[in-house]
């Protein structure tokens, strides 16, 4: 009986190791079943911000494209009105040099229209005083031949014996 009592003694001292090893067992099974949950949540959780994060990416690939693609455009354009406002430029030139060459031919053609009226006019005015030298011989003359009408009547009549008064 003391044998069964030793072997009883002996198991009991097991069994309480062993539900003490199987207690620690068991909390480190928790514990790495709890590790292995945060884990899996923690792996789920990146998954879906790495998921946002590759959209997000995407979306701002997209963008980049497109303002790149815009930002061309924009480039082409402005390249465009720098050839128009260089081709205007040159347009302005080439209409200045054109006015000032007819501007200069406008005053040499005044400056001939002067000239040849200037010249109608002074031989206009000779004429006119030549009309006035021939118009004051005429009125010379006939103002002399009056005065010897005159001076030959009243010759005449003092002759015959009349004065007048």
């Known amino acids: 009986h003391r044998v069964a009592v030793n072997a009883e ?5 097991h069994w309480d190791e062993f539900v003490e ?3 620690e067992v068991q909390a480190k099974l928790e514990e790495a079943f709890e590790m292995a949950s945060e884990r899996r949540e923690a792996g789920l959780r990146l998954a879906i911000l790495c998921q946002q994060l590759e959209t997000k990416v995407e979306r701002l690939a997209r ?3 497109d303002q790149l693609s815009n930002g061309e455009i924009l480039e082409d354009r402005l390249s465009s009105q720098a050839k128009s406002v260089e081709a205007c430029k040159e347009a302005i ?6 006015i000032q060459r007819q501007v200069q031919d406008l ?3 005044l400056v001939s229209v002067k000239t040849e009226l200037s010249e109608e006019v002074e031989k206009q005015h000779q004429s006119l005083q030549e009309a006035m030298r021939r118009g004051d011989r005429c009125l010379a003359e006939e ?3 009056k005065l010897q009408e005159t001076s030959e009547k009243k010759g005449s009549s003092e002759g015959l014996g009349l004065k007048s008064e």
Do not use: I
């Open 107 to 109: 005053n040499a053609s």
């Open 93 to 98: 030139e080439v209409l200045r040099d054109k």
């Open 9 to 13: 003694g002996r198991f009991l001292a």
């Open 21 to 23: 090893h199987r207690k």
């Open 143 to 145: 103002f002399f031949r």
């Open 63 to 65: 963008q980049s494209k």
